[in-house]
Structures are given as C-alpha cells and as structure tokens.
C-alpha cells in the first residue's frame, strides 16, 4: 500500500482532476429529483470545504510534498490534528463523495467514488509510514493518542479557544482548490438544468445567467491570486 501511496501521491495532481472531469460522463442516475442529489451532494462538499479552512485556519501543516514526494517539515499535532490525523484528507474525502452524489451519476458515484477514497487511503499509508521513519517514537506516540480519519470533537471548544483563526492563510492556500470546487459545482448545476428542462426551464434562457455566475468567481480568483503574486495578501 505504502508504494502504491507514493505512486498516487506523485500523481495525484494528474489523476484527481481527472476523476472529477469523469462526473460529466452522462450515465444512469442515482436520484430519479436531481435537486435532491444537487443539495445533499453540494452541502456534503461544503462541509468538506469548510473542514479543510477551519484546519488550515487555525494550524497550517507544511505536508504538501517536496519534488512531488511525499514529505514534512514538522510533526503538526495541534489545531485540529489534535482531533483527527488527517482532517484535510477527511475534508477532500467529504467533498468527492459530495460532489459524487451532486453529479447524480450513477457511474461516478459507484466507481469513481471510491477510486477516490482509495487514492487517500494509499497516500495515507504512504505519509505515515514516512512520518513514522522521521519522527519515531514521537508519531507512534501521536498515532496512538489521535484517530487516523475518524475525529474525536473531546475538547474542541478549547482548541477554537488556543487558536486565532487566520482567514488570510485560508485564502492564500485555499483559493486554488475552492475555485476548481466552485466551478465544478457551477458546472453541475448546469448540467442538471440542461439535463431536466421540464424541471428547471429552457437552459438556453439561463446561459448569460451562469455565463456571468462563471466570469464572476473567475474574477475573484484572479484577483486573489494577483494580490498573492503581488505580496499585497501574505498571511500573518
């Protein structure tokens, strides 16, 4: 599993947005009201969205991979990892499966899903075996103490309480991963629209509606993304 876990780790910037680009692969349909996929699919990747800021938030951990990697600079064990140890992979995890069941596709949900889950759970087992050879004694100590996906909520008002939030960190190492999520759900919400017109109208009529939706969350990104280029935005 480790080597399999390094393989994906390598690639994953590769395979994931390509598992994502297969939610537009037309297939039969897991909800026969593709509302009902759309806002319980797209409120399960909120959540995982909003797992992944609070995270990030309160203690940024600089496990991102060296020359595609795996790699850590330290042994982050506050914030929320003292809760979970792996919350940002419990937060993509959350927003796969959301966005899954928000493609109200069955192919998507029943293969790709889990392709995804698996894909985390290698890389999971690829970094804990590093962060065991570095750390030692120290990680198996830690292991111990912290479930590995599962998070305990003991004692969670005292970690809000011990941590500033830092909002501009979340922007700065979020905006990514938030607008390719947004698009994706816009492109979703499209999707349904143009696949169900006797739901929700004639598609034709709203497309200078998502034209503009799009071109807006673009702008906000680039934006973002200029005042980071720029030093205009750095996190305290």
């Not at 087992?125 to 909520?153: C, H, I, Q, S, T």
Request: one cysteine or more.
């Amino acid at each position: 599993m480790v080597k399999i876990g390094n393989f994906l780790f390598h690639y994953r910037n590769v395979l994931l947005p390509v598992f994502f680009l297969l939610i537009l692969v037309p297939a039969p349909e897991l909800f026969q009201n593709p509302t009902i996929a759309l806002v319980i699919g797209l409120g399960i990747s909120i959540a995982g969205q909003l797992i992944r800021f609070i995270t990030i938030g309160l203690v940024y951990i600089i496990r991102g991979g060296q020359n595609r990697k795996v790699y850590a600079q330290d042994l982050v064990t506050t914030g929320i990892f003292s809760h979970c140890r792996n919350p940002l992979y419990v937060g993509n995890i959350a927003v796969g499966i959301g966005m899954g069941v928000a493609s109200n596709s069955l192919l998507f949900f029943s293969v790709i899903t889990p392709l995804i889950i698996f894909t985390y759970i290698a890389i999971v087992a690829a970094e804990e075996n590093f962060l065991r050879g570095k750390f030692g004694p120290a990680y198996d100590e830690y292991a111990k103490d912290v479930n590995r996906w599962l998070p305990n909520l003991k004692g969670i008002s005292n970690t809000f309480k011990a941590h500033q939030f830092n909002w501009k960190r979340v922007l700065l190492k979020e905006y990514n991963s938030t607008f390719t999520g947004t698009l994706l759900g816009i492109m979703l919400i499209m999707k349904a629209n143009y696949e169900h017109p006797e739901l929700y109208g004639d598609f034709q009529q709203k497309l200078m509606m998502f034209g503009i939706i799009i071109l807006t969350v673009t702008a906000v990104y680039l934006f973002t993304k200029f005042l980071k280029k720029t030093h205009r935005l750095v996190a305290d």
